[in-house]
């Protein structure tokens, strides 16, 4: 990975009584999708909006492109794009106007035309934004942000919201933004998400980060068990089961059996068991631990969201 | 530092959002339009003798124009800039390199340009459909214009600027505007109101655009108009200090 694009080092921000980030330090490089997950609440907006500049923090430093967020903010609003939880335009503004007036803001704008089009928003390029659907609305505000061909892209919760189907389609997005060599700071309080799109990801509950490593170094850590899941007629003999070596447990209720453990060869071991015991088994499925159960594990409860 | 590119392409905009938004049209451009036609067509523009001689429209022609500015000024521009905080479009502005400066120059200067729109299509309808009489100059009525519109969107930054909310700014906008057009001249001429009443009506802004207009359209030169130009030019002055202070993208 490349040069650090981000430095954040102890970075507190305090509403009132409530202090929204307690103490937190962490480095985004060059090139690589960080992701922020954590529960509402969790301070996320808070540290995205402190390293953008928007919002100024009661202590702690942050560099972004070696630049300070705020006091540089003109230069650094030319080489970073933004794209908030929340955003807006004139109900009345066309989609082909918007582009081309905010490409007139920066020194050098990429192509605004070419980008509805990569985009798949060429065909509504005059339409009024009133009339978009959430998911055009949400890409319209991507080419805003890319429209000055920034180094470093901001996307907060870019997902919440979106239709199952959009939501895919903006993964696939986020995912051409990084093979074009931007790096990615996003957040989001989908765990899937984290876990599909991010090279690395900080976990943040109550303003701090509780960890913070590739995806699978962090399920990796859990140490977690592998379950296999599968359908039987009737009742089966479980005893075949919990002799396989790695098997830490097996249950048998209304005809699913779901069997606990880890180890390299551990599916593989189950089914041959199955088979040369001749049991007649199906819909087998094997769910592995995600970041869910990391969060999970580091705070003690579910997300809620 | 005045960003000239982002300018330009802001004012073209700004007044295309204007223009597409037919409430704002028809409160701003269109209504003193219809006071016009409707006053044209009860009362006509006969001399009266209770108006010294002139006709209601000769009377109230500068009214009628200068409601354009006030409405705009005081509820148009304040509204839709409250709106456009409240939904954080002013915050989209702000992730960009835009300054706050450019921002407000474009929309002022779109807003100008719409205000002297306005002004100029109810004087036009008033000299050549109803055929009230010019007698003024033509360059000396524009500085009158352009000074008015300009105190008056000193104004509207002011109160955008302290005004939090599109609802209360709604609120303030109804709260300031009908006394003013009433007691301003803007809808009954100043001529007929009782003494106290004009004595109230010196403290609205909008009465010395009124006596502005009138006198310029009859022939007054501005030198006989110094009270108006100093009040006016003193809104201005202290209103763009205020704005440009007071003023915050969230």
């Known amino acids: 990975m490349g040069e650090k694009v981000v430095e954040v080092d102890g970075l507190v ?3 009132g009584d409530l202090t929204a980030i307690d103490d937190i330090s962490f480095d985004i490089r060059a090139g690589e999708i960080f992701g922020m997950v954590g529960p509402n609440g969790a301070g996320k907006t808070t540290t995205v909006e402190c390293i953008e500049g928007l919002r100024r923090p009661d202590q702690g430093t942050v560099r972004v492109l070696g630049m300070r967020p705020g006091v540089d903010h003109y230069a650094l609003a030319e080489r970073i794009g933004i794209q908030f939880q929340v955003d807006a335009l004139p109900p009345r503004i066309k989609v082909g106007e918007t582009l081309d007036l905010f490409a007139h803001f ?4 990429l192509e605004w035309q070419k980008l509805l089009e990569q985009l798949g928003l ?5 339409s009024p934004f009133a009339t978009l659907s959430g ?3 949400q890409r319209l505000f991507i080419a805003l942000a890319l429209v000055n061909d920034p180094d470093l892209l901001f996307m907060d919760e870019p997902t919440t919201g979106l239709d199952p189907q959009s939501r895919r389609a903006m993964w696939g997005m986020v995912e051409d933004i990084r093979a074009r060599g931007k790096t990615v700071f996003l957040t989001t309080h989908s765990m899937e998400e984290a876990e599909r799109l991010c090279d690395r990801v900080a976990i943040m509950d109550h303003g701090r980060i509780m960890a913070l490593d590739t995806p699978d170094n962090l399920i990796a850590a859990l140490k977690a068990e592998t379950r296999v899941v599968f359908a039987v007629e009737g009742r089966m003999d479980t005893e075949v089961l919990s002799d396989i070596p790695g098997v830490t447990r097996v249950e ?5 059996v779901v069997v ?6 551990f599916l593989g071991r189950v089914i041959s068991a199955l088979e040369s015991s001749k049991v007649s088994f199906g819909q087998l499925r094997t769910e592995e631990p995600g970041l869910e159960d990391v969060f999970l594990a580091l705070t003690g409860r579910e997300m809620r969201d | 530092m005045l960003q000239t590119r982002a300018l330009g392409k802001l004012v073209v ?3 295309k959002l204007y223009l597409r938004e037919p409430i704002a049209v028809f409160f701003t451009l269109l209504m003193p339009v219809m006071l016009l036609v409707m006053m044209g067509f009860i009362l006509g523009n006969e001399p009266v003798s209770e108006l010294g001689g002139r006709g209601h429209l000769d009377v109230n022609l500068s009214g009628y124009a200068a409601l354009v500015i006030g409405i705009l000024g005081i509820a148009g521009v304040p509204i839709e800039t409250a709106t456009r905080r409240e939904t954080g479009v002013l915050r989209r502005f702000r992730a960009t390199p835009l300054r706050p400066l450019t921002y407000i120059a474009s929309d002022v200067l779109g807003n100008f340009a719409m205000m002297v729109l306005g002004v100029t299509v109810v004087f036009l309808l008033g000299r050549f459909g109803y055929g ?3 007698h003024g100059s033509l360059p000396t009525l524009a500085l009158g214009v352009f000074l008015s519109a300009a105190a008056f969107l000193s104004v509207a930054y002011v109160l955008a600027s302290i005004i939090p909310t599109s609802r209360a700014a709604m609120v303030v906008g109804n709260v300031l505007l009908y006394p003013m057009l009433v007691l301003s001249g803007a809808v009954v001429p100043q001529q007929v109101m009782p003494e106290t009443v004009r004595n109230v009506a010196r403290f609205v802004p909008l009465t010395h655009v009124v006596t502005l207009f009138g006198g310029l359209w009859s022939g007054h030169g501005l030198s006989e108009h110094l009270r108006e130009i100093l009040v006016l030019g003193g809104v201005l002055i202290v209103g763009v200090a205020l704005a440009a202070w007071l003023f915050r993208w969230e």
């Open chain 1, 13 to 15: 921000k305090r509403y």
């Open chain 2, 13 to 15: 905009v700004q007044v």
């Open chain 2, 132 to 134: 009230v009489r010019f």
């Open chain 1, 106 to 109: 920066y020194s050098n704008p």
């Open chain 1, 135 to 137: 998911g055009q609305k």
């Open chain 1, 260 to 265: 606990h453990g880890s180890g390299s060869g």
């Open chain 1, 252 to 256: 048998q209720r209304n005809g699913r």
């Open chain 1, 122 to 126: 060429s065909a509504k390029k005059h």
